[in-house]
C-alpha cells in the first residue's frame, strides 16, 4: 500500500489532559476501522454516541462522527472520535487505531491531502497554517481571507489576463492559415501593459502581508541615556529592561512581543548608539544599527541635553519615523526639523497615550486596506517578481518576435500557477479555442 492510500489519524485538539479530544481520521480504510471500533454504520454527518472496544476491552464512550468523501476535508472518507481527555483515553485509542493499521499522521499531511484532492490550493493550505497560528485579529482575518480563497483569486485574475494574451500571440503563431486578423499577437501589447502595472502594484504592497504575519517591527533607536529602556519598559507595562544611570547599561538587542490596534508588533530596546572601545558594548552597537536598518518603524529618543543633529540616530531615521522628546519633565528636547516629534515622559506619564495612539494610527495606515490581498510569504513574493520580469521581456517582445514573447509569457503563466499549484498547460490552447473560430 503506497503512502498515499494509508489511512491517517491525529489529534486534532491540544495534547494534555483536556474535557475532549478529538481524533481524526482520513483515508480509504476509515469506515473498516470504525466498524472494528464498534461504530460502524453512521449516517454521515451526524453525531452518535458509540462505545468504542478492542480486543474486547473498552476503549470509551465517544460521539463518533463519520464524512464521506470527496466532500471532507481531505476528500478522502474521514471521521472524527470525540473521547474524553484524559491520557490514557487517547493513548488508547491511538493504540487501538494503529493495531487496525491506521498510522499516525505526518504534520500537514491532512491539509497536504486536502491539496492533492482538490480540495484548496497551496494558498489556502499556507492560509490554514496562517489561521493556526493567529494571535491578533489582524492575523486572524488576512488568514481567513487567504483560506477563503482571496489571494488565489488575485493571481488567477493575473493568470487570465496573460492567458488572454497569450492566446493572441499563440493564435497568430501556430494558426497563421486560418481567418485570423493582422498582427494580431500585437493586440496583446495594452493587456500585458495593464498586467504588469498590476504586479507592480502587488509587488510595492508585498510587505504588508509579511509585516501582519510576523509582526511589525518598531526599533527604539538614540543615543546612550536617552531613555530607550526606560520607554521600553513604559510601552511593555513591564520591568523588561534594566535601567540604570549609567551610560551603556544596554548591550544587546531586548524584544517583546505586543499587540497594539489589533496588530502584532515586535519592539526592540538596542544600545545607545556611540563610538566604544569596550568590545561587548560595540558588539550591542553593531547589532543595534543592524536592527534600525531592518525596521518598519524607527522612534528615535532623544533627551533634552542632546544637541541638535549630532545624535549617531540620526543616520538611521527616515522622514516617517517618529522623533521621541524624552525626558519632557527635565525640560524640552530640541526637534529636528523634517521629522514628526511626541514629547514623552516615562517619570510623569506624559504623552504615553498619545504615542500609544499615533503608533496604532501608523500600524492601521500602513497594514489595514488595500486593492490586493496581501502578499503573506516570501515565495509568494519571488513568484511575483518572476511573473512580473516574464511580462515585461514579453512586452518588449511583442514588436520583434511574436513567438519569443510567447515563450516569456508562459514563464510568467508558470510562475504565478506556483503560488497556488494550478499549473496545467491545457489552458492555453482551451482559451485559444474559446475566443477564435479557428478550423471550423
Given amino acids: ?38 461504530a460502524g454504520g453512521l449516517t454521515s454527518r451526524l453525531a452518535a454516541l458509540r462505545t468504542l472496544r478492542h480486543d474486547g476491552e473498552m476503549v470509551d464512550q465517544a460521539l463518533v462522527l463519520r464524512f464521506p468523501g470527496p466532500n471532507s476535508y481531505t476528500g478522502e472518507d474521514s471521521a472524527e472520535l470525540h473521547l474524553h481527555g484524559g491520557r490514557a483515553v487517547i493513548e488508547a485509542a491511538s493504540r487501538a487505531l494503529i493495531a487496525l493499521k491506521v498510522r499516525p ?141 549609567i551610560a551603556g547599561t544596554t548591550r544587546d538587542v531586548l524584544d517583546a512581543e505586543l499587540m497594539i490596534g489589533g496588530y502584532a508588533v515586535t519592539l526592540s530596546d538596542t544600545a545607545g548608539l556611540r563610538e566604544s572601545e569596550d568590545v561587548v558594548e560595540a558588539e550591542g552597537i553593531r547589532r543595534a544599527r543592524l536592527r534600525a536598518q531592518d525596521a518598519d518603524l524607527r522612534l528615535w529618543v532623544r533627551a533634552p541635553d542632546e544637541g541638535q543633529g549630532d545624535d549617531p540616530a540620526a543616520a538611521f531615521a527616515q522622514v516617517e519615523d517618529l ?81 519569443m514573447a510567447g515563450d516569456d509569457l508562459r514563464r510568467a503563466a508558470d510562475a504565478l500557477a506556483r503560488v497556488t499549484g494550478a499549473i496545467g498547460v491545457e489552458d492555453i490552447l482551451g482559451e485559444v479555442f474559446s475566443t477564435f473560430c479557428i478550423g471550423k
Fill in 1 to 38: 500500500m503506497s503512502a498515499d492510500a494509508d489511512t491517517i489519524f491525529a489529534l486534532a485538539t491540544p495534547p494534555g489532559r483536556g474535557a475532549i479530544a478529538i481524533l481524526r481520521l482520513s483515508g480509504p480504510g476509515v469506515n473498516a476501522a470504525l466498524s472494528a471500533l464498534g
Fill in 105 to 245: 499522521a505526518e504534520p500537514g499531511e491532512f491539509t497536504r491531502r486536502a491539496f492533492q484532492n482538490g480540495r484548496m490550493d497551496l494558498a489556502q493550505a499556507e492560509a490554514v497554517a496562517d489561521l493556526i497560528d493567529a494571535e491578533t485579529t489582524a492575523q486572524k482575518s488576512q488568514a481567513l481571507g487567504q483560506l477563503d480563497g482571496a489571494l488565489s483569486a488575485a493571481y488567477a485574475g493575473f493568470r487570465r489576463d496573460l492567458l488572454k494574451a497569450l492566446s493572441l500571440v499563440e493564435a497568430e503563431i501556430d494558426f497563421p492559415d486560418e481567418e485570423v486578423p493582422d498582427n494580431l499577437a500585437r493586440t496583446a501589447g495594452p493587456v500585458l501593459d495593464q498586467l504588469a502595472a498590476d504586479l507592480r502594484a502587488a509587488l510595492a504592497d508585498s510587505d504588508r502581508g509579511r509585516r501582519v504575519r510576523e509582526g511589525y517591527r518598531i526599533v527604539l533607536i538614540g543615543e546612550t541615556n536617552a531613555g530607550k529602556s526606560s520607554l521600553f519598559n513604559a510601552l511593555t507595562a513591564r520591568e523588561a529592561a534594566i535601567v540604570t544611570p
Fill in 323 to 403: 522623533q521621541i522628546l524624552n525626558k519632557a519633565d527635565l525640560g524640552a528636547a530640541k526637534p529636528v526639523d523634517g521629522l514628526e516629534a511626541l514629547s514623552v515622559s516615562t517619570t510623569s506619564g506624559e504623552g504615553l497615550s498619545d504615542l500609544h495612539d499615533w503608533i496604532a494610527a501608523r500600524l492601521a495606515r500602513d497594514l489595514s486596506g488595500a486593492d490586493f490581498p496581501a502578499v503573506t510569504r516570501e515565495r509568494h513574493r519571488r513568484r511575483l517578481v518572476e511573473a512580473l520580469a516574464a511580462v515585461e521581456a514579453g512586452r518588449r517582445a511583442l514588436d520583434l518576435a511574436p513567438e
